[in-house]
């Protein structure tokens, strides 16, 4: 049985690129990275919609949809921040709020990982949750990003 809780986590991934450059491929190239693990529906693809209010949500051809988060603000270029939902099938019920900020680092970017969960949450999501959007920024935007360069 879940308690409710505060899940608090913070991950930072390094990219060998530029912060604009890791900018547009996470809010405009985000279909040619996002690993399909990560989606619920079958076929599906992910979709940003770049705007206060817009979704990050998935689509599939069948015409289903899922939405993961909400776009509360951005800054172009150094954050973008998300309110979501924690399914009870995903290890819910819970509020999500992600902030994911891009600060130049060395020669490249450091993508700051800010995520905050509230609610009761199950122990085997508090263990996927603390992997991943670290596993989505490392393995999927970062691999390629710098397979770009």
Sequence with gaps: MATMNALHIENQVPINAKPDVVWKAFTQEIQNWWAPQ???LDNSRINLELRTGGRLYESNP???ENLWFTITSFYPGNFIEFVG???PQYGG???DM???TFHPYKNGTLVHIDDHIYGP???GARQFLGQGWL???SAGL???VESKN
């Design 38 to 40: 990560f989606n619920a």
């Design 62 to 64: 069948a015409g289903a």
């Design 85 to 87: 939902n924690l399914k």
């Design 93 to 95: 019920p819970a509020t």
């Design 98 to 100: 992600l902030k994911l």
């Design 121 to 123: 949450v199950s122990e």
């Design 135 to 137: 596993m989505i920024i």
């Design 142 to 144: 970062k691999a390629y």
